[in-house]
């Protein structure tokens, strides 16, 4: 597509149930990386992947948050045993690699609601 | 660890007013600045960058310098119009490899609501 597609748009789940993210960067785009979005906290970094390379999962909060990225193309970011203080938007962005400075573009968010 | 401190919001300016968004930075070495503006229902854009000090980054009006000497990179636009209205979030990066686009993790501040009535 012509931009980076996050789904689902919205999800609501209940305490203690586990949850899929996904996101589909721009096609070509080497690097992807995760943030969430929480009231009043601005964007916290969670993870980033570069190509082949190790991804670089040191904004992770707790072991309950993994990410994989299949093909170096779709990524999903997986919660578990949700809890309420998840509740966050989560948002995704993608960027192309080259010589000099290039934009990272992000995806609109999954807006995540643990009742 | 980097960080980035901004003006808390909301601001609420009249159209064609002067605007100032404060952002101060901690970082080791030489980071790279960015803005970033959220316009209601979008997502995250791009608005300006400036790489190294003293540099000037300007688009859409919008303009912020690079100030090493107070780690600062103030958002400014003198005349701001009601479709500015927007979150505003300063953010910058450590350059690492040049050869990959040359930029990591990027770190934001906490984002400026801006509102701009007629």
């Known amino acids: 597509g012509a931009g980076v597609s996050q789904s689902p748009s919205n999800k609501v789940t209940e305490k203690g149930k586990d949850v899929e993210l996904r996101c589909d960067p721009i096609?070509?785009?080497?690097?992807l990386y995760w943030y969430r979005q929480s009231l009043g906290q601005g964007l916290e970094f969670l993870i980033y992947f570069q190509g082949n390379s190790a991804p670089d999962k040191s904004g992770l909060p707790s072991d309950r948050f993994s990410a994989e990225r299949t093909g170096g193309s779709v990524s999903t970011l997986t919660i578990q045993r949700t809890q309420q203080e998840d509740s966050a938007v989560y948002l995704c962005a993608s960027r192309g690699s080259g010589t000099g400075f290039m934009e990272a573009f992000f995806g609109q968010g999954t807006r995540l609601t643990v009742v | 660890g980097n960080s980035v401190t901004q003006m808390e919001g909301p601001v609420t300016l009249s159209e064609e007013a002067f605007l100032t968004i404060n952002c101060t930075y901690t970082?080791?070495?030489?980071?790279?600045l960015f803005w970033y503006v959220q316009y209601p229902g979008e997502g995250l854009q791009l608005l300006l960058k400036a790489t190294k000090a003293d540099d000037k980054g300007s688009n859409k009006g919008f303009e912020a310098t690079y100030r090493k000497e107070t780690t600062s990179f103030h958002l400014e636009k003198g005349s701001v119009q009601v479709s500015d209205s927007a979150v505003y979030f300063c953010a910058l990066s450590d350059p690492l490899d040049m050869n990959s686009g040359g930029y990591q993790k990027v770190t934001f501040g906490t984002g400026t609501k801006l509102q701009v009535i007629p």
């Open positions: 970082a080791t070495g030489y980071p790279s």
């Open positions: 096609s070509g785009h080497t690097a």
